[in-house]
């Protein structure tokens, strides 16, 4: 994110692109940067961190969410923290100040390099490996519609992958007879090597294509990427993985996973404005993916090929860079531990009663922020329902053809009081019943 040095370098910058004498020192005489955010100093291991509510007190001043709602379903869009609010609306201001061609193309549109940079340093990865997209749905159907296919060949994927990637395949099998394949695994599963046999066994001399998640929207089931990429390499298998729910949730790089493209939504975890998301594609694989909107043959090995989509916002990528500051204030092994913490709190209470049965594995290796619970012979659309108009606390109903349960995702400016007042709430419900 622009210091306020570089932001007052956009007035700077119209100034000379308009001709105008003096348009930089006017313009910046209503400049307001955004304030430095930092979490009070705190020594300790992550799991000690995690569990002082005072220092998290202090992480969740930094959020203007409506504390009358208790959300508990950022896994489906979390809030931004203010600094990344503050950041987006001052790009989003300066974008409006002059002609759009000037702000837009000539002075915001170049700050994203840096962006770039700063984001593929954090994960491990070459710059020159990812591009800015608006959600992991787009991310990962650049990759899924632009690899070739033919009549006949097969993807490969389980029954527990996001329903727009499973529509994705299946449109591709409408219109040029491409088969899509699918397969089951365990809830909860503590067995990396029977995921990978899983993958192994459904494979045939046909399979063309693979996709996988790194963490599972049903149940935030982690899954073993990188076993499953060299299973993948070794049968010559391009693997695409859906990490939309792994970025910012669990402390990790995606140079590690091994994998060859790796699609997220920015808004879900790292907090970054709505409509964010990050491509990577290993460097030799750009080539030979085709954007899902044209460019010209000279970016034919250029990531930047994939961000061609027309006039498109810079306020939204350019306020990426708060989200990761904060996301780096605060640590992703810290992150990682709340988020598990917070899990295993409300988790570990609601079992106590033998009709609660979760579909979430507690061991850490397995499972982070995400949980999803079902109360044995309770509806769970009328329990999510009840929940919203009695308490509104918002949850997320899982209705799935192997289990169907509700999902629950805390974030790091959820408090354990809030925790408690959604238990009290589900145990008065397994006590009780639903109202009629």
């Not at 000379?16 to 705190?42: K, Y």
């Not at 009328?382 to 108009?389: Q, T």
């Amino acid at each position: 994110m622009p210091n306020r040095r570089s932001f007052l370098g956009h007035a700077g910058a119209t100034a000379a692109a308009l001709g105008v004498i003096g348009a930089g020192r006017a313009f910046a005489a209503g400049v307001r940067p955004t304030p430095a955010w930092r979490p009070p100093s705190r020594a300790g291991t992550p799991e000690e961190v995690a569990r002082d509510e005072g220092y998290w007190t202090a992480v969740a001043r930094a959020y203007t969410v409506d504390r009358s709602i208790l959300n508990l379903n950022n896994g489906g869009v979390s809030p931004a923290p203010w600094p990344v609010q503050d950041a987006m609306r001052r790009h989003l201001e300066y974008s409006n100040s002059c002609p759009p061609p000037v702000s837009l193309w000539r002075v915001l549109e170049p700050q994203r390099e840096a962006v770039r940079q700063a984001v593929a340093r954090q994960w491990g990865v070459d710059a020159e490996e990812i591009a800015f997209t608006r959600n992991a749905s787009e991310s990962l159907q650049i990759c899924q519609l632009g690899l070739g296919l033919r009549p006949g060949d097969e993807v490969l994927t389980t029954t527990q992958d996001y329903p727009r990637m499973i529509t994705t395949f299946k449109q591709r099998a409408r219109r040029e007879g491409v088969v899509l394949k699918q397969f089951s695994i365990p809830t909860p599963c503590e067995d990396d090597d029977e995921i990978v046999r899983r993958f192994e066994a459904a494979m045939t001399e046909r399979t063309r294509l693979m996709l996988m998640s790194h963490v599972t929207f049903t149940t935030g089931q982690v899954l073993p990427v990188k076993k499953v990429a060299a299973l993948a390499r070794s049968r010559g298998v391009p693997l695409i993985v859906d990490g939309a729910h792994a970025l910012a949730q669990l402390d990790y790089t995606i140079a590690e996973l091994e994998c060859d493209y790796y699609g997220v939504s920015l808004h879900k975890w790292l907090g970054a404005p709505h409509g964010t998301g990050l491509l990577y594609v290993r460097r030799d694989r750009i080539a030979g993916l085709w954007p899902m909107m044209a460019a010209t043959e000279e970016r034919n090995a250029d990531i930047r090929k994939f961000e061609e989509i027309g006039t498109h916002p810079a306020a939204n990528t350019l306020a990426v860079a708060e989200a990761l500051a904060f996301h780096q204030a605060i640590g992703a092994k810290r992150r990682e531990a709340r988020l598990r913490y917070l899990k295993e709190t409300w988790a570990r209470r609601l079992l106590r009663d033998e009709r609660v049965r979760l579909h979430t594995s507690l061991d850490p290796r397995y499972s982070g922020a995400i949980g999803t619970f079902e109360i044995r012979g309770l509806d769970p659309a009328k329990l999510d329902s009840h929940l919203w108009e009695k308490h509104r606390i918002l949850v997320t109903g899982i209705a799935h053809e192997e289990f169907r349960g509700t999902r629950v995702t805390p974030n790091v400016y959820t408090s354990l009081e809030e925790l408690e007042r959604f238990c009290e709430a589900v145990e008065r419900v397994i006590r009780d019943g639903l109202p009629a």
